[in-house]
């Protein structure tokens, strides 16, 4: 995949920094961005494969990976000049598909149905709005609306995983909370893109 012209690099962040020094560089140069996103879709059926027969933790450990890898691969694009348009695209894509499918399983199973098909759609319609803008020939980076929001999903799907092996009932709650706060930046994500 071609990388974008120089002129059109994102900055390179704080947290790119921190991940390039202490797990990137371990990574061979064969390693490249879009290679772990395609990893994640890869691993997207294989979570939802273990939510479905309840082995909640292998399914956690492979999502926490790939969720972890969401991390990685903009990172990895950002310090090594690897941003591509297919990864631009392929990314946030990846990342809906792995919080969609865990929210449809466990989420509707544990917390309720209506949260699970909230987190969907508003995932959805963020999604349809960015697929929009590229027919439009505008280019996407990630928001920190977005990236706020991802990590919220991610750290309440793992809360509801650690309920799940443990059963505190206080960790179900925690998680419901996180999700619903994972709402309100998904909504806000879906206002800035509409104001593009």
Known sequence: MATLPANEH?????????????ILRFFPDSVTPNRITAFRFVSVPVVVYLLLVHSYAWGAALFAVSAFSDALDGARARTRNQV???GKVADPFAD???VGAAAIIIVARYIGVWIAAVVVCVEVLIGGRALYLLSQGKSLEAKRDGKIKMIL?????MTLFAYL?????????????MLGA???????SLT?????
């Open 182 to 188: 994972s709402v309100v930046f998904a909504l806000l």
């Open 96 to 98: 809906k598909l792995l």
């Open 165 to 177: 092996l443990t059963g505190t009932p206080a960790l179900l709650t925690a998680a419901t909370y």
């Open 84 to 86: 591509t348009e297919w």
């Open 10 to 22: 994102p900055r390179v962040l704080l947290t790119d920094r921190i991940l390039d020094r202490l």
């Open 192 to 196: 800035v893109y509409a104001s593009i």
């Open 153 to 157: 999903q991610s750290l309440s799907l």
